[in-house]
């Protein structure tokens, strides 16, 4: 019999908020966070706005020296992984942890020091390269600092699935548990790639809104003016802990997580499988595993990335999984207020899902003026709306074809 997970603790760096109280207030407000770039001079390029964690401090996770050697997607994955940890009520105590494991996703890594380090190089020399540029750089290093820092001695592992990532970072710890390889897994994704390059290249790729007058309705999911997505950074987690074992410390639980599905296009290095194929099978099997029927689902936080295919071709694909029960089902996509957080995303979106049960809430999906003929569904415009939540999906999908969905019931 497969082991029951359950969530008891989540934790978030995101651009709207350096935690998760504050980040839920604004996702459920319908306040966005994108703004001109600030962390250099965007007015070279077509692209000026993203979505930037703002006023982040991370002194209070960190000692200094350590800071000063760790990248910013691993300290956005350290304060996000001790709120967790603490949020749920595991930090403080001494039980052995050898069951207890990390799992967070990231698409890109450390693209900022590698950047800084190549001008580095040329202009001073491969002497003046610090011997911490590695870790400064590979995508595992968020997972292994946050197990570090609490002492996780079971499974660290990183999933590097572009825009898939926190999903797939969430769904492995799932599975670890279910299978019992662990008891308790901190699973999520972080990600920190707001940089001239980044930016750039999603540009040069006419990947990205061009909205630079109106920075806070660039980010416009399901919307017929949409014009691309917006980059957004940051780190969501969250505790997720076999169910007997949770029950035993008293722990609060959040919510269950029931089903995890994954699939391949196989279609186009970029651009999405018509329909939402894949991410049609990606759905099915999600609620396949969780042996939960469609007319249960009351919410998708949806991939929803404002840009025309992705955005068409998931609702497509919802519309071809729920049937006739799609228009019942409540769809949001909060990346209206965080942008797009790339590897992030899918941990930062898991953490809204649960808490959209948790509260018996649905998020609004921020700027959607006017919906697109092509996405005729309840996509939650403006409002956040009280709903009693059975159970909830969340999507993400990514460059090479890579699908992920996380599927959580009310416990």
């Not at 071809?320 to 996509?333: D, E, K, M, N, R």
Request: charge should be neutral; hydrophobic fraction near 40%.
């Amino acid at each position: 019999m497969m082991r029951r997970v359950v969530v008891t603790g989540v934790g978030m760096v995101a651009p709207c908020g350096n935690n998760v109280q504050t980040a839920w207030q604004a996702v459920v407000a319908g306040r966005t966070a994108v703004t001109r770039i600030t962390r250099f001079d965007p007015s070279d390029l077509s692209a000026q706005v993203a979505a930037e964690v703002k006023d982040f401090d991370i002194g209070d996770v960190l000692e200094p020296k350590e800071a000063r050697r760790t990248s910013r997607f691993v300290q956005f994955a350290a304060a996000a992984g001790r709120e967790a940890m603490r949020d749920s009520g595991l930090e403080g105590l001494t039980s052995p942890r050898e069951r207890w494991g990390t799992s967070i996703g990231v698409g890109i890594g450390g693209i900022e020091d590698i950047e800084n380090s190549r001008v580095i190089l040329d202009a001073h020399g491969p002497k003046r390269i610090s011997p911490f540029f590695m870790p400064y750089t590979i995508a595992n290093m968020a997972a292994g600092v946050v197990s570090r820092m609490s002492g996780l001695k079971g499974p660290n592992v990183c999933t590097t699935t572009a825009c898939t990532s926190g999903t797939h970072g969430v769904g492995e710890a799932f599975l670890y548990i279910t299978n019992n390889m662990a008891d308790v897994m901190v699973a999520g994704g972080a990600e920190s790639a707001i940089t001239k390059l980044a930016i750039a290249a999603f540009a040069s790729m006419k990947a990205l809104s061009t909205n630079n007058e109106n920075p806070s309705e660039a980010s416009r999911p399901f919307d017929l003016n949409r014009d691309g997505f917006v980059m957004g950074e940051g780190a969501g987690v969250l505790v997720l802990e076999e169910l007997e074992h949770a029950r035993r410390r008293g722990a609060r639980i959040y919510a269950e997580m029931i089903g995890y599905g994954m699939s391949a296009d196989a279609h186009h290095i970029t651009a999405p499988a018509p329909g939402g194929e894949g991410a049609q099978r990606c759905m099915r099997m999600a609620l396949e595993m969780a042996k939960v029927p469609a007319d249960q689902v009351d919410y998708i936080n949806a991939h929803g990335t404002s840009t025309e295919l992705n955005d068409k071709y998931e609702s497509a694909a919802i519309k071809s999984v729920f049937g006739t029960l799609a228009g019942g089902i409540s769809i949001s996509s909060t990346k209206g207020v965080t942008g797009h957080c790339l590897g992030a995303a899918g941990g930062i979106e898991a953490v809204f899902t649960a808490l959209s049960l948790h509260h018996s809430l649905v998020p609004p999906t921020a700027n959607l003026k006017t919906p697109d003929p092509e996405c005729s569904l309840d996509y939650t415009p403006h409002e956040a709306r009280e709903r009693q939540i059975r159970c909830a999906m969340s999507n993400s999908f990514g460059f090479g074809g890579t699908n992920g969905t996380i599927l959580m019931k009310r416990f």
